[in-house]
């Protein structure tokens, strides 16, 4: 059975960093793409809004508000997404959910969600 594990969410300062991991275990043959999507408490109700994205081949996608402020990356070894927030801004604060589009056996695609990770940016 497949998981995923977020972890590093918290309190910051506007202005200051955080950084959110999110680890696939499981039998997994391959990873397709890992993302981050958020929900804020005022969007409880509307569709979660993606952040930011890791393609199997390498490519990233950014929603316009977080550009150049927020970076992901990809540890392919451990089946591990990392999200390095900086510049972050009190609109930032959501729950933050990790997503993954994998290939399980055999040969089966699928969707995974994690559990959400709080992150509260206070000015």
């Known amino acids: 059975q497949v998981q995923l594990e977020e972890s590093g969410g918290g309190l910051a300062q506007a202005g200051g960093s955080l950084r959110l991991s999110c680890a696939a275990s499981?039998?997994?043959?391959?990873?397709?793409?890992m993302c981050w999507y958020r929900q804020a408490r005022q969007a409880l109700g509307k569709q979660r809004e993606l952040?930011?994205?890791?393609?199997?081949?390498?490519?990233?996608n950014y929603a316009d508000s977080v550009k150049g402020r927020f970076t992901i990356s990809r540890d392919t070894a451990k089946n591990t997404v990392h999200l390095q927030m900086n510049s972050l801004k009190p609109d930032d604060s959501a729950v933050y959910y990790c997503?993954?589009?994998?290939?399980?056996?055999?040969?089966?695609?699928?969707?995974?969600w994690g559990q959400g990770t709080q992150v509260t940016v206070f000015s």
């Open positions: 499981g039998t997994i043959v391959g990873i397709n793409v």
């Open positions: 997503y993954a589009d994998l290939t399980v056996p055999v040969r089966i695609r699928r969707n995974y």
């Open positions: 952040v930011a994205s890791f393609a199997n081949d390498g490519s990233t």
